[in-house]
């Protein structure tokens, strides 16, 4: 692949770096979980995390805490396996299980990017129409090629294209910092109180599930290991070891810094919705509205560009993991503007005949979960292997603590199709 080949001629080694100063290290090696916590950000997030605060308060606070813990976890271990073995996850999965087995992850994967598209290309759009007055269907076609544009970046360098979306994160983050504030009336001990896990009232469950599955994203489980291969040139053991020790604070911060937003939006969702008694504001137009309304302008303005930023960045993501999860599990690589066309069809087809668009991000939320345990069941099935892993094979506690993140989002996807299942009895 051609971002490979132009990684190649980028590799430095880490004794290079580690002579140029400890600066230089941290701006050499930091950048791979920025990336993929754009993931962790997209408009997905907005949806359920406004329709979680909205309609239970500080209630599902422990969801978003959780699920943020769980990402960092995940996306360390995705991130080391590239570190490890130089493939990406969906390239191990190729070499060492059945051809049968990876036709049945690729296909789900796809699945998988076609809901990611619908959550990133509606909330694009939306925030286009919200900013500009764009209809969604130009907005849609809009997003798409801005995403052309950004990943071309990468043909000059992996930096380039780092730094363009590390600043989309940047636009996104001081948005809602600025709502946050701005909106006030924050109930810090009902905020505390929401760390309890409680699944209890009308539409948790699903909302629950929504969260983890808009947070543990299965399509950049399969890209950051993609994005860390052929970076950084490790000689010695020892150097090996600084690249998992950097890799591990790259985690903690860009996925840390993607977890205290998502914990904004729901904390601004119940500050001023579920307290004034308006317990359904879910639909992003209408959170843009009672923001301007209860608020102000500035406010709505900045959800407005934070959601704008946050689509096009994730589109960017989306398709740059969909050309990773293609190459890896089948050996096929397809023209980037065909591999882009066929996952964004639904969502462009959502966009053109009019469907609520909030609700289908939501609803995307959920495919999106069930669409989890196929990557992190090969993920930490791979990562206890010490044939594939070497010396940076998971210690006996990483191993416990990856198969018990895999059995709660499980369970939780069972929880759901239970409590659906009741309600269509009752």
Known sequence: MATIRDQQRETHS???LRSKGRWRVI???FGPAFVASVAYIDPGNFATNFAAGSGHGYQLVWVIVMANLMAIVVQ???????LATGRSLPELCRDNYP????????????VVA???DLAEFIGAAIGLYLVFGIPLLPAGIITATVAFAI?????????????AIIAMLAFVGAGFVYVFFAAGQQDYRALIGGLIPDLGGNGAAALTVGIVGATVMPHVVYLHSALQRNRVRADTAADRQ???RYNKWDCIVGLGLAGVVN???LCIAAALFHSAGMTDVSDLDEVHAQLAAMVGGGAALAFAIALMASGLSSASVGTQAGQVVMAGFMNWRVPLFLRRAITMAPALVILAIGVNASEALVISQIVLSFGIPFALVPLLLLTRKHSVMGDMVNRRGTTIAMAAITLVITGLNLYLLYDFGSGLLH
């Open 14 to 16: 880490v004794s290079d």
């Open 242 to 244: 600084v690249l998992l």
């Open 76 to 82: 360390y271990l995705s991130s080391k396996v590239g």
């Open 99 to 110: 051809r049968r087995t990876n036709v049945m992850l690729w296909l789900q994967a796809e």
């Open 151 to 163: 990943l071309a970046l990468e043909q000059r360098g992996y930096r380039k294209f780092e730094l």
């Open 27 to 29: 701006t050499a090696l």
């Open 263 to 265: 914990l904004s939006m």
């Open 114 to 116: 076609m809901a990611t």
